[in-house]
């Protein structure tokens, strides 16, 4: 007889919110469960604007392209043109073809012209894209970013007299010192949670959330010592259900069960793992509480995977007067740019989606009256090689070392590159395949992998030190930012 | 064992020799898993306090006089007493861990072990007195911490250890001489009696655990079975791989129009979607007979990891799993054969289309990184190797990469003439096959290490030879064995195994005994009979791993006998939303580098934890609720047409409702639950919180006592972590 679950049910149903339960049971909406609950109350708007900060790292998953982002689109004799580019990408099919490409005047490149990838142009049925914030100059480039140990000429690379950051190529130990903001040794952690780390005390010192909120679940970019993430699930859950536990209801019996589930949480911590897991939840608890009302954002977001989370940072930052925190660092990502194969349709459709969605958030900061107290900056694993991989339909790219990296935001003084200058004279490196900015020991196998002349740190550096951090925490949180010149590239105003 | 006294002294003598002869030989048969727990000796003058001597001294002897203070960058020697040594087994089985006032851990490194002369069986172990994780800052030598040794396992009592002065904390277990293994309450055994050792067994090598498992292993004990096991047939034959066959790129091809109607969307989900993988699997861990090939199956599809939807159809994955099934059980050499030259790995990682013309690096980096021997050198027991300035030794670099790329090219899909080519769609089910045209001959170097196998390809070969003159050269690398060990003992049985434990599985994965190297049953056998996996209970604050997803559901299922919605049959095994919900989409991980990284280290801490990976605030609320959804609810069945979820899937409950019905106090019901989650340990508190929720519920809605018990063990952090 299998009667008892059933009778359970209709027993229990009461008391236990089984009614909501059965409904997920059949949809499998655990997720999307609830009908969406807007809290309509009224905010206080007061402290809006009142010195809040955001910076929002948008990770481009897998190495995007960098070469096919931004792409010379002049003729100029002295430096790589868009001839270069073409002799090198366009027999295997990889080239865009320079009508294609959404022109920029760069004005740290003599005013020539370059070109963003078509895909970051307006979209029908969406938004106008990022390239037009760029005429706006509210969208800026870093360029011929990469992880150093200290500053290094091809001839150095080749002769090993300076360090080499560890594995380059590699992409979990890329992403690590990307995210760790230090490429001599491997890093416990990132170097948002440093940043946290060091201005928790001061700019949230009420600690209802932590400084910083992952919609990609854990990563080492949101790791300090003291500060942990919170990590949450996109806009497909609404704000008051992402931290919620289902089934506790205001019942005596119910309220045992919950009372017995939080002491349970509190004991036996002597393994480490149960104290890790334990104190995991505890933290989403009490973020739950903070979280229990929000209200939605205005601008439509695509609905896609880096749409929904953007999406979600928008509800946060909304929010903020009542989080009553000063400065917030936010961690989105979208994969699929390790563009091995399929290229030509993958990076177009990822980084269109990129452009869609991050000028959707653009515009509803905007809205909010936030587009100068928010930053939104791109990071990646690594560039890609020029010399195509493969050919014809399938023609991809391998991975490869220095990249460019957008931010944008009125507080960032846009329409322009910013970098530190490679061998030709400009922060743009020569595209040209075992040239004189090409890592490479033999020609023979020379692909076009660009060594950076600005460090991640100096990138770092520049958006943490807008961000708030004092001049004299520099060195705390980037451990190897002596080894470099400069600790601002410039691109924040 | 307790040889039971018979009182009359006149029993027959026969008598006794003959239940002697049957006491012997099961002790043969099965050993007693348990390892001593190891006791950190006190010092003369004080109970609380370590005994500790400099280290370095030619003679070692346990001090008479006051235990010292020691700096940062000393070396001490600490005294254990109560372990037995395996041969071989020496300090690297040994960790020293060090808890300041903060809470902070250190680890301190265990450099030497010596016997105390006339003293059996006391070791000294010698320390160095510095940390050796680098999370923190070294501690400050401004008083004492704890210090605990734990060794397979286990954890020694604490004692403090003055770092710099004597001083500034209280111990909390103050002169804890030994933590004994629990006594087990289960006179009624026939054979394998360690009870929890059982449990804990079954959790490691299959699915979860099940009453009818249970009473197994206590028949024929793990060896016997695991030789059963070895042998079975797989997949079960009332769950065979479903044959579905190849179809074209193009879905609007590959599935007649109109689109919408029940007939397209069925083709769809039978060819176009992993629906048919994930539901014959999770069949296959529910109900399957061969529960450890289908277990180092799956561990291994996060080690050689392809994903939809990059693979797109079903049957381009069951032929990748049946080549992970196929050789969980043989030797890794065949594996990696058989992998390169699988089709959905081929167009995964790129080799299926890589030429000489237009060279593809992907898969010759991955194998290197992330299937064989990984980034830097290691010893045999995986520990880093290091050069003269204590840097680590990369295994490669790019000129190697772009050497194996030179390999790998050439190869291609057997679209025509091979038993499986499907006119108008991609054979993604024979091996590939090479077109010596696109394959480059040129010299290539390849990795360099001792006594390197086949460390050069000459000119002018054919590919078909030189991709096993290539896999020879990674199959011999010493990097192989310690880094298929600690990835498999880390899927299996906890998550920062020893160097000792390592080194242990590699050896046998080195030398099966016979001489073989990569033989996958002796890998197997070595991870779990190690001490270090075995006993009742295991103490060691650091071992243990998070479950995953998959298994945090199929050990709950399995083990309430996982039924239909309406409990007449089986489940139809559709639980991935489930799973998918608590971040782990069975074959569809987000990358190359699976759900989780195997070096990933829980934020906050330097604990490496790889399942942790998917452990965060968002997720853990969601396993949470899981938790209610598996205790409160079921999968009901799905009216749709075609149905995802024809029969639905819930969990039995009966036998339990039946404990808590007949005891009023509830201990019965949580003796049960103890038992069979918990392996009996769950703690007194622990205990009695749950017991207060249970008391709360009224004693005639005994299924909703089970439901809340279930429930408030399910989600806790002591039954998520298996140790």
Known sequence: MKKSRRRFIKQAGCALGMATLATQVHHFGLINALAQKVDDRRRKSGSLGTGYKALVCVFLGGGNDGNNMIVPNHNSGSISNYSVYSAARSPQGLAIPQGQLLPISVPRMGGLSYGLHPSMGPVVGGNNGLHELWGQGKLAFATNIGTLVSPMTKAQYQNNSVSKPYQLFSHLDQVYQFQAGRSDTFSFTGWGGRVSDEMTSGSNPNGLVPMITSIDGSQLFTSGQSTQALAIADSNTPLNEVLNPIGFEDDPISQARLQAFNEIRAIDRENNYVEAASAITDSALEANDALASYQEVTVTFPNTAIGRQLKQVARIIKKQPDLNVDRQIFYVERGGFDTHNNQVGGQANNLGEVSQAVRAFYDEMVVQGRSSDVTTFMMTDFGRTMNPAGAGGSVGSDHGWSNHLFVLGDAVDGGDFYGINTSNGTPFPNLTIDGPDDATNNSANARGRWIPTASVEQYAATLARWYGLEEQDLPVVFPNIGSFSSTDLGFML | ?723
């Open chain 2, 1 to 723: 064992m307790s040889g039971t006294t018979r009182s009359p002294i006149t029993t027959c003598a026969a008598f006794l020799v003959l239940s002697l002869l049957v006491v012997q030989a099961t002790a043969q048969i099965f050993p007693d898993p348990n390892s001593p727990s190891p006791v950190l000796i006190h010092a003369f003058d004080n109970v609380n306090r370590a005994m500790a001597a400099p280290g370095g001294s030619k003679t070692v002897e346990m001090p008479a006089d006051k235990s010292a203070a020691f700096r940062i960058g000393d070396t001490a020697r600490l005294f254990v007493k109560n372990v037995e040594l395996m041969p071989g087994e020496g300090a690297s089985a040994f960790r020293v861990y060090a808890r300041d006032e903060n809470k902070r851990i250190y680890r301190f490194p265990v450099i030497g072990i010596e016997e105390v002369a006339g003293k059996t069986p006391v070791y000294a172990l010698t320390v160095k007195v510095r940390d050796e994780i680098g999370f923190w800052e070294q501690p400050s030598e401004t008083g004492d911490v704890e210090i605990i040794v734990t060794w397979r396992g286990l954890s020694s009592n604490s004692l403090l250890f003055g770092l710099g002065t004597f001083g500034g904390l209280k111990p909390e277990n103050p002169a804890l001489e030994t933590k004994e293994v629990q006594e087990l309450a289960s006179p009624e055994y026939v054979g394998y009696r360690w009870s929890g050792d059982r449990i804990r067994f079954l959790e490691q090598a299959t699915f979860g655990p099940n009453r009818s498992l249970d009473h197994r292993i206590r028949r024929i004990g793990i060896r016997t079975w695991l030789a059963e096991q070895f042998d079975l047939p797989y997949p079960s034959s009332s769950n065979p791989y479903p044959n579905i066959p190849l179809k074209p790129n193009n879905i609007q091809t590959g599935c007649p129009e109109p689109r919408g109607t029940p007939e397209y969307n069925l083709c769809v989900r039978t060819h176009y979607t992993m629906y048919p993988v994930q539901t014959w699997f999770f069949k296959e861990a529910f109900y399957g007979e061969p529960q450890l090939r289908h277990r180092v199956a799956w561990a291994l599809s996060q080690l050689w990891v392809t994903s939809a939807p990059t693979v797109r159809q079903s049957s381009h994955m069951f032929a990748y799993h049946k080549v992970l099934s196929d050789n969980a059980f043989g030797n890794y050499r065949t594996l990696m054969k058989e992998m390169t030259l699988n089709p959905a790995m081929g167009d995964y990682l790129d080799m299926a289309r890589s030429t000489k013309f237009s060279p593809n690096e992907n898969y010759a980096r991955e194998i290197l990184q992330l299937f064989s021997i990984g980034l830097f050198r290691m010893n045999q027991d995986g520990t880093l190797e290091l050069d003269e300035n204590d840097e680590p030794i990369p295994t490669y670099d790019q000129e190697t990469v772009n050497n194996f790329t030179k390999v790998f090219t050439g190869w291609t899909f057997c679209n025509v003439g091979c038993p499986n080519s499907t006119l108008g769609a991609v054979n993604f089910k024979d091996p590939l096959v090479l077109n010596q045209n696109n394959h480059d001959v040129t010299e290539k170097t390849l990795l360099q290490y001792p006594n390197a196998v086949n460390p050069t390809i000459a000119a002018g070969m054919n590919g078909n030879t030189e991709i096993d003159l290539a896999l020879d050269n990674i199959f011999y690398h010493p990097n192989l064995g310690p880094f298929v060990g600690r990835f498999l003992i880390q899927h299996l049985v906890t998550s920062d195994p020893t160097p000792a434990y390592i080194g242990r599985v590699a050896a046998a994965f080195n030398n099966n005994g016979s001489g073989v190297r990569g033989d996958m049953k002796a890998v197997i056998r070595a991870i779990l009979l190690d001490p270090e996996a075995r006993g009742d209970v295991k103490t060691d604050p650091n071992f243990g791993k998070l479950r995953e997803p998959v298994q945090l559901l199929t050990n709950v299922y399995r083990q309430f006998g996982v039924t239909s919605a309406d409990g007449s049959g089986q489940s139809d095994g559709y639980i991935t939303p489930l799973s998918t919900y608590m971040s782990q989409n069975p074959f569809a991980a987000p990358t190359v580098f699976n759900y989780y990284p195997p070096n990933y280290v829980i934020p906050g801490t330097a604990l490496l934890a790889p399942e942790f990976g998917l452990m965060n605030t968002g997720t853990s609320i969601a396993r949470t609720n899981i938790g209610t959804f598996l205790s409160f609810a079921a999968i009901e069945v799905d009216n749709r047409n075609p149905p995802n979820y024809p029969q639905g899937t819930a969990i039995d409950l009966d036998e339990m409702t039946a404990v808590a019905a007949a005891d009023p106090t509830a201990e019965r019901l949580l003796d049960e639950l103890d038992y069979k989650l918990m392996h009996d340990t769950m703690s007194a508190s622990m205990r009695a919180s749950i017991l207060n929720a249970v008391l709360a519920v009224p004693v005639d809605a005994p299924d909703f006592r089970v439901r809340t018990a279930l429930f408030l063990i399910a989600s806790s952090s002591q039954y998520q972590i298996q140790r």
